[in-house]
């Protein structure tokens, strides 16, 4: 069964600085690799996505992750952080069954980022 | 191109009522899944749809139940609301048919249990 875990609830960043959210997964097939985030009293907006090929993935907002493998990880990182960023972000992964997606999609728990003028 | 569509965006109940929450998918878009958000519990499964067939089921009682349209628009119910159904209920679409998984939420229904 695929699981993930998001690293800390929340972080707080200054704008302008680094932003990075820790996301872990456990898959026993190759991972479908999700990063959602989502405004206030809003749905849930794809950020980017990795399923095979390249394993840095390049997504809206200047936003990228890197699928490692070895590290069972997808952490997802933007060099500047801009006070729109203020929102929750969750990472997922595709449920397979199989050798095929079932549709369903296994998030974490969320990282809600603050950015500080 | 329109995005996924959920009606109503609020609505109070009141425990043991009975509601309906409605998704329009994307255009072209055969799979709808329905999630439920809370604080508690985050984004957790409820069903999912493709071709007017349930595919896949979350762990969640059987007051939940929904079904899909020819059309592919689906609804949702929950019979006897409890005060712990209240949540954000979020309605997805995807092409179906064992992609890559991706999926397109609408902005969804935020239901309150009195």
């Known amino acids: 069964a695929q699981s993930v875990t998001q690293l800390g609830s929340h972080v707080s960043v200054s704008e302008g600085a680094l932003v990075l959210l820790r996301c872990n997964y456990s898959?026993?097939?190759?991972?479908?690799l999700f990063w959602y985030v989502q405004y206030p009293n809003q749905g849930l907006q794809l950020l980017l996505k990795?399923?095979?090929?390249?394993?840095l993935v390049k997504g809206i907002n200047g936003f990228e992750a890197e699928f490692k493998k070895s590290e069972t990880s997808f952490h997802l990182t933007k060099p500047s952080a801009h006070m729109s960023d203020a929102a929750e972000y969750f990472c997922?992964?595709?449920?397979?069954?199989?050798?095929?997606?079932?549709?369903?999609?296994?998030f974490g728990q969320g990282t809600t980022l603050q950015v500080k003028p | 191109k329109a995005g996924v569509t959920q009606t109503p965006r609020y609505l109070i109940k009141t425990r043991g009522q009975q509601v309906t929450l409605s998704c329009s998918p994307i255009?072209?878009?055969?799979?709808v899944s329905w999630y439920q958000q809370t604080p508690g519990q985050g984004l957790q499964f409820l069903f999912e749809?493709?071709?007017?067939?349930?595919?896949n089921k979350g762990n969640f009682p059987g007051r939940f139940s929904g079904r899909q349209f020819s059309n592919s628009r689906s609804e949702m119910n929950v019979s006897t609301l409890e005060l712990g159904d209240s949540a954000l209920y979020l309605c997805?679409?995807?092409f179906g048919g064992g992609n890559t998984g991706e999926l397109f939420f609408g902005e969804g229904s935020r239901l309150t249990v009195l």
């Open positions: 255009s072209g878009h055969r799979s």
């Open positions: 997922a992964v595709s449920e397979h069954l199989g050798s095929s997606n079932t549709g369903k999609l296994i």
């Open positions: 997805a679409s995807s």
């Open positions: 749809y493709f071709s007017e067939t349930q595919r």
């Open positions: 990795y399923t095979t090929g390249a394993t």
């Open positions: 898959s026993s097939v190759p991972p479908y």
